[in-house]
């Protein structure tokens, strides 16, 4: 077992230190996108310090699966999927599969229906396998050793709240990239304004839809693990957001007055 004998300290010494090392890097990536675009996407470049262009599908792949096989690994090699699943299922268990939910889509779902997708850096895939990694840890080491939720939580307010919340952005997401990829029809090329479901009020629906989710499980755990993507997403989206709503507005004259960025009728 691969966590046998580990004292609960020593667990939470590295839930703290994974926690600080994983905002540490979303201040960083705070910063790399204010001062140039992240190089990704539309706005994927070669330069001496992205490193070459990668294809998109397998690099998806490649960057969200830590978040998915770290915990459930961890999980059946300890032998902790037993109690957790089967034996007394908690609350514990359902923001586990929460996390799980959410990077099984992102991971395994998301990119086998992307049609075609622009190439990706080897810095923006780097990056993206640090803090799914670190997800995934994190979310181990909360859910399945440091916090112990009582029988009570899942009657609690903010639980019965957040968990509805995280599910209506993980709907919301999986629909707005749905919107996104059926933009063109097969042979056409170029952009086009994407229209419907949550896009009518923002520019980036599916960031909406991610802080939504991470929204919801931060409400439902009440706790710092819990809030740790949050944190992370609003520190990566937002600015990202910004910048895709700034040019969309600079490539469409008659793109609408009326829409925000990423919250619907304030940013």
């Known amino acids: 077992m691969l966590v046998q004998g580990i004292s609960d300290a020593l667990l939470l010494n590295y839930l703290v230190l994974s926690e600080v090392i994983l905002l540490s890097l979303g201040f960083l990536i705070l910063t790399s996108n204010f001062i140039g675009q992240a190089p990704y996407g539309r706005y994927a470049r070669t330069r001496w310090w992205t490193g070459p262009l990668l294809p998109c599908r397998p690099m998806w792949v490649l960057q969200e699966c830590p978040a998915v096989l770290i915990p459930v690994v961890l999980v059946v090699s300890s032998g902790k999927w ?5 034996k007394s299922p908690s609350a514990n268990t359902a923001l586990l599969m929460a996390v799980i939910m959410h990077y099984s889509y992102r991971s ?3 990119p086998l229906t992307l049609r075609g997708g622009k190439p990706t850096t080897f810095l923006s895939v780097a990056g993206a ?3 799914c990694a ?3 840890l994190i979310h181990y080491l909360a859910f399945c050793s440091v916090l112990q939720y009582p029988d009570s939580w899942i009657y609690d307010s903010r ?3 957040g968990m509805p919340l995280f599910l209506a952005g993980l709907c919301l997401n999986i629909h707005s990239d749905h ?3 059926n933009l063109r029809r097969p042979g056409e090329t170029g952009y086009k304004i994407p229209r419907g479901g949550l896009f009518e009020y923002v520019s980036c629906a599916n960031y ?4 939504l989710e991470w929204s919801g499980l931060a409400l439902a755990g009440w706790s710092l693990p819990t809030s740790t993507m949050i944190i992370i997403s609003l520190l990566n989206l937002v600015p990202r957001a ?3 709503h700034e040019w969309y507005r600079e490539k469409f004259d008659d793109y609408p007055n009326n829409r925000r960025a990423i919250v619907p009728f304030l940013l």
């Open 208 to 211: 909406a839809a991610e802080l």
């Open 108 to 110: 395994f779902v998301y």
């Open 179 to 181: 919107i996104l990829r």
């Open 129 to 131: 396998i640090v803090v």
């Open 242 to 244: 910004l910048k895709h």
């Open 159 to 161: 639980f019965l709240v």
């Open 82 to 86: 037993h109690d957790m699943f089967i």
């Open 134 to 136: 670190g997800a995934g």
